[in-house]
């Protein structure tokens, strides 16, 4: 399983950006597809997932901002960010959980400045 983020790019304060990322290779029908964030010296925090089914779940500090989206046909994940803060800069990462097992695209940086 592949996935490949893009999207990412400098923005002000307020601002918005839009990432996506798509997944190929040995993928179920049956799967959860989100995107985790690492900031500089800090740990991995995870941002938002949806399943296969469309049900979808945010961290709180991006409820109200945030929209994850998904196209089954085509195995992408959107992630529409919008009234970006300063504290979003990080580094973003795509993944996909199939039949319990991750996988984890490379990364696409987000930097907001203030």
């Known amino acids: 399983v592949q996935l490949q983020a893009s999207g990412g790019g400098l923005v002000q304060a307020g601002g918005s950006l839009r990432l996506s990322c798509a997944a190929s290779?040995?993928?179920?029908?049956?799967?959860?597809m989100g995107w985790y964030r690492q900031a500089p010296g800090k740990q991995r925090e995870w941002v938002a997932i949806?399943?296969?089914?469309?049900?979808?779940n945010y961290a709180e500090s991006v409820k109200g901002r945030f929209t994850i989206s998904r196209d089954n046909a085509e195995n992408t994940v959107i992630l529409q960010m919008n009234s970006l803060k300063p504290e979003d800069t990080a580094v973003y990462y795509c993944?996909?959980?199939?039949?319990?097992?991750?996988?984890w695209g490379q990364g696409t940086q987000v930097t907001v400045s203030s």
């Open positions: 290779g040995d993928i179920s029908i049956t799967n959860v």
């Open positions: 993944g996909i959980r199939i039949r319990g097992k991750e996988y």
């Open positions: 949806i399943t296969s089914g469309g049900t979808t």
